[in-house]
């Protein structure tokens, strides 16, 4: 066996993997037209499915080469039916990005935009509904990556029932860590990419999301070639196969993941990720270090953390001292807050992140950085 050097990534994904999973790449050569290949991604589909219960008879996934991005553009170029209007309940930086789209695309939207510190006002978006009628679909990242903050996706998915929308969640950070139930939270369709929650690599994105939605998005308005949803949901459903060439390797290892993800269970996994959360909070206080957001709003996956005031703080050389011990960390500003990130993703532990906080206790002495 291989021995391949272990690192503990605390950036908001990719994250840290099992040898398995990384080893699962190392296959014969294979013609992704194979029927061999098409059996796999048969089984695949129905496994993403289970992880977030979505019944078979309702829901479909579909896979794409792409990083998690191309979910969102997918999505929102599709799924808004024409002379209708997307609305964004936006209140950080991927749902930010969603609206990057909406504009890219030229596709009429509504960008509610509230304090990124906080969830947003579930009054607000009910007016919001009320006064726009012409609302198709309703859009809310479900773990804003940036802060940490969780969005309460199943009272959001409720409204946009009510007032006769779909709803979209960008479930990216939080799937396959968080439990998700499609039919109980209201989600119409989710999306996430291998590399994050269910700790495979980068380059699979996939889209859960109901039959009958994007079968009548047929007649939708088309907005791009690549990533249209209904074109690859077709092409699936006639062929078993992607439109185009496939991440070959990278769903070898997807399916390694759900393997294991399926032996430790949900409510294991998510148990651990917060244990691990648990450690970060209780190392960063126990430093001195403030954070931005408070806990109850909190997803119990990312954790931002304030630059200290002390001059000698230098969040290059930190990350240096810490990447050179095997420990990344991830800087980012939220709003005009200078901050880093420390996040519960990936198989990590807590001892990682006892033997992490050594490292960085190690570094603030190095470079005489006072909390
Ligand atoms: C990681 C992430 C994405 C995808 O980002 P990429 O850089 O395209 O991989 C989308 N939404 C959320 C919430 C994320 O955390």
Redesign the pocket.
């Known amino acids: 066996m291989m021995s391949i050097k272990r690192n503990v990534l605390l950036n ?2 990719p994250a840290t993997t099992t040898d398995t999973v990384k080893l699962a790449q190392v296959v014969p050569d294979i013609c992704p037209r194979e029927q061999e290949f098409a059996g796999l991604m048969k089984g695949l589909r129905s496994d993403l499915q289970k992880v977030v219960h979505a019944p078979e008879n309702e829901y479909t996934s579909v896979l794409f080469c792409g ?3 191309i979910n ?1 553009d997918i999505c929102i170029n599709s799924l808004v039916p024409e002379g209708k209007k997307v609305l964004v309940v936006n209140n950080g930086a ?1 749902n930010t990005r969603a609206v990057e789209v909406c504009q890219m695309y030229h596709i009429p939207h509504i960008d509610l935009k509230s304090s990124v510190f906080e969830q947003p006002d579930l009054t607000v978006v009910e007016q919001t509904l009320k006064d726009n009628p012409d609302v198709a679909v309703v859009y809310c ?1 479900h ?1 804003e ?1 940036g802060t940490g903050v969780l969005n309460p996706i199943r009272e959001i998915g409720a409204l946009a029932h009510q007032y006769g929308a779909i709803f979209v969640s ?1 479930t ?2 939080s799937l396959g860590m968080i439990p998700l139930d499609v039919v109980k939270d209201n989600v119409d369709f989710c999306m996430a ?1 291998a590399q ?1 929650g269910l700790m495979a690599m980068s380059g699979l994105s996939f889209i859960i999301g109901k039959t009958d939605i994007i079968k009548a998005s047929k007649n939708y308005p088309t907005r791009s070639y690549y990533c249209n949803l209904y074109l690859q949901y077709e092409y699936f459903e006639k062929t078993g196969e992607m439109h185009f060439t496939p991440p070959v390797q990278t769903i070898y290892a997807t399916i390694q993941a759900l393997k294991e993800y399926f032996e430790v269970g949900e409510e294991a996994k998510f148990a651990r990720h917060r244990r691990v959360y648990e450690a970060i909070r209780e190392g960063v206080t126990e430093l001195g270090f403030k954070t931005v957001i408070d806990p109850k709003i909190e997803s119990g996956l990312v954790v931002s953390v304030k630059y200290p005031d002390d001059p000698n703080w230098s969040f290059e050389k930190v990350h240096d001292y810490c990447y050179q011990r095997g420990f990344t960390i991830y800087p980012g500003k939220i709003s005009t807050t200078n901050t880093f990130r420390l996040c519960a993703l990936g198989t990590i532990d807590v001892k990682d992140i006892e033997d992490f906080f050594v490292v960085l206790k190690d570094a603030l002495k190095e470079y005489s950085i006072k909390l």
Do not use: E, F, R, V
């Open positions: 908001p994904g990083s998690g991005t969102i991927y990242c773990h990556t960008d990216t950070s990419s994050k």
